[in-house]
């Protein structure tokens, strides 16, 4: 699912709008005896906190035509766990002794129900810190006095910034639920900001006013606003979980970016580039436009084997191949920062984009179509689409097209095969640059799902003991993981099998995968498992390996999608030979369940044939990746995956 980004662009300008306090907002930010008595939160019983009230107002003031910005909050603590958000920190930038945010008139007070009556403890001002967090940011700090369970907090206080270029933005979302959290903006009509909502979570309010000659310049000049307002109601904490990509991608918010400013003179400055714009200045760009366009002697690099190779396709995986064993990864993302080809070649180590410019430079040198593609890292988050945002990009990876079929390319992991990227890639899409035709997006979806096989033939041997061969073959992201663990140290990846099977001996251990590159990865061993017996009669679990013992869904309600980077599969073969021994008294029932319009399924089935017990259970996510809508169906899907594993039980008995 495509994450949910809403821009609205307004056509705004200079200067200030200062809201006067209206009687009923003081009123809903006042304390109520209702406020102090709430013991949890009905919707978020496990809410540590909740957010009773937030206010913001933005605006530009008539005398300094600074951004000023007023915040409110009223916050509800119902533990001991919920004590830090009486912790406030105040981050203020500062780019000189003249150009520096500022605060003031930072208000804060605790209110206690205490035998039936009320008491209030106000902050003093002794007690507001200041520190200087870096060069450009100092931060205000303030912890509320007298917390205690069930406390209700209030503060607020007043930001100055001579910043416009960056309009103050909101977050109407974070770790604990919201009740109400309120935004008000006022923009001069010099300005035009591409403003973005970004996040699942609907507004309940969202209007937008013209007030005319909102601001007054000393020569009579005059500028109209935009006076927005903006409300959500009832809003779910915001609570990281497994398979999601970058928290800032979902969290809802109001992000502001400046395009234009135009000033009361007439003079129009452009801040926000077209895409057209940035093409070309990558293209003459000094540390990636000059490095791209870097020839290399391929005679000088490259064997003579690699040279005279006729076959494009081995051709190019020759050279990916070179690449990748001769030039070390430096684990450093910058991409238009140290990048140098020379360097590279001298010291076999370097950054992303030193080693990938170098596979894409020593590919086109040797006939082959490719192009740089940049794409932001999952855990950076989704590069804007909108309008170009070169910054948000943090990864540079290769196109190339052999016969008709595009790969993406990056030799920056020495176990990755041909073709496939390294899951920090895999963020739903990228920007192709052409310097001839203009870039453009393009998706990033891994071609074939990945998948996990467990093939096991038991028997019991004259003491009970359950014995035989386990064959185990895992593909695309699987089967990398699997080659790491394996290539870097052999004698440590059998010992971290035996210790994950702690009721198990394991022997013999073979892998038929010869090359850390190999497509997948293939292994085969000997065990020795006791089941569990009563007299006559074992009950024995099948499962010996499970590929769940839990469910990684555990939250109420998930607001952003399930993303598990690739299409997934599971396979577990279970054949016990039974011989003359025993007979099953007992065997699991058949099992099948399905998600939502075919998007995944399992199924899990034991037979009995003769003297030998087939089980097969298969799980398929024909998904890559999930709406938040399907986050109950999933929950309830792992659930029973889980549970499968868990209870199911082969009950036998002696003949």
Known sequence: MKHIIIIIVFVIGLSGFS???????????????????????????????????????????NEDYDLRTEIKNKIKIFNKEGFEKADVTIYLYKSGSLNYESVKDILATTYNLEDGKVTKTQLQKKDIYEEEYSENITKIKFTLPNIKEGSVITFSYKLRSPYMRKYQGWYFQEDIPKLYSEYRTSIPANWLYHIKLVG?????????????????????????????????????????????????????????????????????????KTWKDVDKELRTEKAIGKQLRKSIDVEEVLTNEIINETDPLKKTKAIYHFVQDNYTWNEEFKIFKD????????????????????????????????????????????????????????????????????????ATDKYLNFGLLPYRCLNRYARLVDFKNGSEWIDINPA??????????????????????????????????????????????????????????ISNHQSETETQT????????????????????????????????????????????????????????????????????????????????KTGNFSFSAKVMGNTVHILFNINFNEAVYPPSYYPYLKEFMNKVVNVQTNSLLVLKKK
Request: glycine share 4%; with cysteine.
């Open 19 to 61: 809201q006067s306090k209206e009687e009923s907002e003081d009123q809903v930010f006042r304390v109520s005896l209702g406020d102090l008595k709430m013991k949890s939160y009905p919707r978020d019983s496990t809410a540590n906190a909740l957010v009773l009230y937030e206010y913001g107002n933005s605006y530009v003031d």
């Open 200 to 272: 699942g979570q609907e507004l309940t309010t969202n209007t937008s006013d013209i007030k005319k000659n909102c601001l007054r310049m000393n020569n009579g000049a005059s500028a109209d606003c935009s006076e927005s307002v903006y409300v959500m109601k009832n809003i779910p904490a915001f609570i990281e979980e497994d398979y999601m990509t970058a928290e800032r991608n979902y969290i809802a918010r109001i992000e502001y970016e400046l395009e234009t400013f135009q000033a009361m003179d007439g003079r129009v400055e452009n801040y926000t």
């Open 339 to 410: 990048v140098s080809i020379k360097n590279l070649l001298k010291n076999k180590s370097g950054n992303v984009s030193s080693i990938n410019i170098l596979l894409h430079n020593l590919l086109k040198e040797s006939g082959i179509d490719v192009k740089p593609v940049f794409l932001s890292t999952r855990n950076n988050g989704f590069a804007t689409k909108i309008y170009p945002v070169f910054t948000d990009f943090n990864y540079l990876v290769v196109q190339a097209i052999i016969n008709n079929k595009t790969y993406l390319l990056d």
């Open 448 to 505: 074939q799902r990945s998948s996990v096989l467990y093939s096991l033939d038991l028997k019991f041997d004259e003491e009970q003991n359950l014995i035989g061969n386990v064959k185990s073959k895992t593909t695309g992201y699987h089967a990398l993981n699997s080659r790491k663990s394996y290539f870097k140290n052999k004698s440590s990846y059998v010992d971290k099998l035996q210790n994950k099977t702690i009721d198990i001996d």
């Open 518 to 597: 190999a497509p997948d990865f293939s292994e085969s061993y000997n065990i020795q498992y006791t089941a569990d017996d009563i007299g006559e009669t074992i009950y024995l679990n099948p499962f010996i390996f499970p590929f769940f013992k839990e469910n990684p869904f555990k939250l109420q309600e998930r607001t952003y999608p399930i993303d598990f980077g690739y299409k997934d599969n599971y396979v577990y073969i279970f054949k016990l030979d039974l011989g003359d021994s025993y007979e099953v008294s007992e065997k699991p029932e058949t099992i099948r369940v399905a998600l939502p319009n």
